[in-house]
């Protein structure tokens, strides 16, 4: 700039005698000048992208997993007013979708009677993915319901770029358990893969450990892996009982198989270093029997897709499809705890009989 | 000459600069916004466009976002992170706004060959296909955009996001992260957008102030240089002289100082020229020339006005010598005069006395001021008596020092001027009390009251009481007529300041004047040099009095000077 200034004043004095013409070339040429001269000294911007950050950040802020809970609550708010699920395909995935559409089966055969299951999106804890790949996973522990079940541990899952979140499924937390500690979403929790090691057992081995334990009950292999009993597989084995009993007095046969779903593990890190694992579970409940006749409640005949109509009444047999969903609590390599059940929804997806 | 081309020289130096540096925050002044287009987007851009990292931060914050669709129907404006950005474009054709080829021209780049497609397929394949089955509308989704133009409008992935028919704002603050903008041009026969970026550019201007500043600075200096210049000529080579007026010295009029001296202390000039009278008429002496200065033109200018009415005869710088040859050689004529008009008629003699007192307001006003200023009046007084051959001159001045004692204090009002001429009794009262009035000495009131109560036994301690004795003296002498009053007035002016001082120095003085016969005479009796020599302050203003002729009017202007100081402690 100094350069400027000592080069306007002698064009400057002296052009008070200079004739136009000249002047004007003098104002040009000192615009011109100053204009290079700017240029010169600013140059030209260059972009400076942000250094990259170490860690990879959470995959969404604080506000978009807000407002991605806010969408697919409207999209369940407006498909539960009209008890259908066909709206609900861009926003429920995986067994959410599978429940939420056989309760909406139940809620309809039933006239009401038959709720569904309540799905508030208030967040307590938000556990977001650090990662850039997907899929994504995040989990959300929502406000108590206000029928006063057990608050919820969500699971939202964004399948590829394009897509949305999805609501995939959602688990009733247990009485009593403790959630462990999770980062902040701020910051956010790195995924696990289903096998991830580092961890007491891959969540893959500790969901058909526990698939077996449900199974065998106390006779399992595992059943050291798990804590006391969980109210879950309590459940489980006393919903067997009606059923058992049926077959003990038609001399005919029960059988309940616990399959894990492959690939749809999803597990998160928590703050220890172990890992929060939601896996989805097929439960296969198959009745034969003979020499009775068993009247279907509606709430069966409701998932049967309409080949059983409420009231039918089955004389062979009865098979009745069960999605489940649980979360584990799988602490880290080295850690005396055992893995811990936080929670799990069984819901009834599908009934056939004859 | 040079100085008028200095003097230009700097005023057109100063507009230029103040014209440079308003011109530098106008017409110069940068954009306030940065506005960059993206130029004519390849085929194989397809429909998308992707700014890089950085890009939206290049021109400052926050950016503003615009772009218009050539083609399609719809445009949508989203900001995701860096990777999501990337993850949600994924392989399909895109290019990259890479920076800026020009201050008005985005670059635009053809994207890198799917820097992050690789990575996203490999984790999302598995569970895509897990998914897939459960989930079918996600399946069903993405074909969709692959055979159209793939539309972003809505994905979670986006922190902001506009979407406009045919063109689209946004706004965006940029943020920590790497954060990226997608343009998409939607709909049939889209193209890629045309995008335009524009940030708010802090524009400083810092030339104005400083050129503006200096060119003040040089304009007020070329404008100072000129009017200095133009002044100067306009008032030619007396520019820097002052008037002298010689002819003042000796030329005072008697109506002018009296007149000079009832409106207000006698002016300056006049006091100048009665004192420039009064050095050289009564010595050259340091001691008077100083002590009229000193006193100001007040206490010389009653005497020069005597001297004036004595005779009107233009002073010449004297030595004492001279003067004292001029006093052998013309005293008697002139004493007897003045003595004459003093003793002849009393009231005759007080219009003299009464033009006189104007004059010694000056004299008093100093006095009054300054005691140590004041004692140098009086003795200045005494001097000018002394050195002057005329008694009257003496009468004149020792008249004017105690009038001006009475009338200083009256300064202001007009009245005082008459009110001596008119008698002294009256004047006494009135003029101690506008001298209490004027001075501060009223503030002291009550302990001056006791002070003039003790002036009145003889000895003055506070410069009111001082003043006050020398008033009265003053106005006493007045009424004595000239040549009777001159000799107290002079140490009554001066007691009261330093008491011994006034009879010292007249003394001195006394002896150069006594070669002169008469005039020394006159001189010793007015001053009461032989009775009073050691009469003191009081006392000797009472003390000559009786010397002076006019016994009578002695008196009371004797009374009249303890009455005053009463009379004030009455006020």
Redesign the interface.
Known sequence: MPARWHDLHPRRVPAQRVSTGRRARAAATVLAAVLVLTSCASGLPQPVPGAVPAVTPAALTVDQADRVRGEIGASLATADAALSAADLTARVSGPALASRTAEYAVSTTTAGAKGLTSLKMDAQTVVLPSTESWPRTQFVVTGQPDDLSSPRLMVFQQADARSQYTLWGWVRLLPGIKMPATAAPTIGSQPLAADAPGLVATPNDVVAHYADVLLNGDASAFITQFAEPDTYRQGIASGREPYAAIASQTSGTFSETYTPVPEQTYVLATADGGALAVSAMTTASTLNFSGASLPLPPELAAVSGGALAPGDALRSNLSVTYSDVVAFYIPPTGATAPVQVLGAEHIRTSVTGS | MLQRLIAI?LG??GL?SI??GVASATA?R?QDT?VATTSAAPASAGTLLVA????L???GTPVTVTARANGGTKVVLAIG????VA??V?TDPSAVI???S??RTLRLEPAAAEP?AE??P???D??????AP?????DA??PT?ATAA?DPD????W?SQAVGERSAELMWTPQ????TLLVAGVGDGAKAPTVVLSWPQTVTT??LVPGVVVGVVLLALGIALGLRLWLRARRGEQALWHDVETGALPIVRAHQLASTGRGSSASGSAGLDSAGLDSAGLDSAGLDSAGLESTGPGAAAPGSAEVALADDAPTIVLTRRQMREAAATAPTPRVSLRKRAARSAGDDSRPATGSVPVTPVIAVAPATTSGTTTPGTGASSPHTGASSPHTADRVGAVDAAPAGVGVAGVASDGKTGVASAAGPDLQPGDDSTAALDSRPARRFAPSRWLGSRRMAAGSSPTPGTTAQPATAAAQSAPPATSPAVVPPAGPGAVTPWVPGRPAEPPVPDVPAASPHGSRADAWRRSWGIPDGAAAGSASASKAPVPPADPSDVTDPPGHAAPADPRSGKDD
């Open positions: 020289v057109v130096l230029a014209a440079l110069w940068a940065l890089a990292p950085g890009v931060e290049l021109g992170r860096e990777a999501d993850g949600w994924g890479a920076g800026l020009d201050l992050t990575p996203s490999v984790p999302s598995a569970p895509a296909d897990a998914a459960a989930d079918p509308a996600a989704a993405a955009p793939p809505g994905s979670d992935l922190v920590p992260g790497r954060w810092p030339w």
